[in-house]
């Protein structure tokens, strides 16, 4: 009768251990092979979405779906990128010079509009939702000098006045 009852749960304990197992494969499996990619290989290795490749939201549904832009010639080291409110896309950069460039395109980086901006100094760069741009320099004198570029191209220049650091 013992012996019996110790089979039993032998069977019993052997059935538990081979379910876990199958479902630890299973959700191993699930984990290996995530969320199905809807993209297609092309001829030069690069991979697109279905919607063909332009970067569109096409059916991607959240995800993140890459796309390549070629920048204007004129900048060669990128200060700002940003995607503006209105879809259009807006680079601060700079050429080989330091010559300092705003580049907008609404087509998605296929032609730009690229404006030099003369007698610019930096220590950071921020670009608006609008597409104004603020130039802050940093002096040892208390001072930080900002500069503004309108979306229309019109320039704003000021100071701000630093808090003293306390000793």
């Not at 110790?6 to 969320?35: E, F, H, P, W, Y």
């Not at 104004?132 to 000021?158: K, M, Q, R």
Request: with cysteine.
């Amino acid at each position: 009768m013992k012996n019996a009852k110790i089979k039993n749960r032998q069977k019993l304990s052997m059935s538990v251990v081979t379910m876990v197992l199958v479902l630890l494969m299973t959700l191993i499996a699930g984990m290996l092979t995530g969320c199905g990619k809807n993209t297609a290989r092309s001829t030069d290795g690069t991979e697109s979405n279905s919607a063909g490749g332009n970067g569109s939201a096409g059916s991607g549904k959240g995800r993140f779906i890459e796309s390549k832009v070629a920048l204007p010639e004129e900048i060669n080291s990128i200060l700002q990128f940003k995607a503006l409110s209105d879809g259009t896309l807006e680079v601060v950069g700079q050429d080989a010079d330091y010559s300092i460039y705003v580049a907008k395109s609404s087509d998605g980086g296929g032609s730009w509009e690229t404006t030099p901006l003369e007698d610019i100094s930096y220590g950071d760069v921020a670009v608006a939702e609008d597409g104004t741009v603020a130039f802050l320099d940093y002096t040892e004198n208390g001072l930080c000098p900002v500069t503004i570029v309108d979306a229309d191209g019109s320039t704003h220049t000021f100071s701000i006045e630093m808090p003293a650091e306390d000793a």
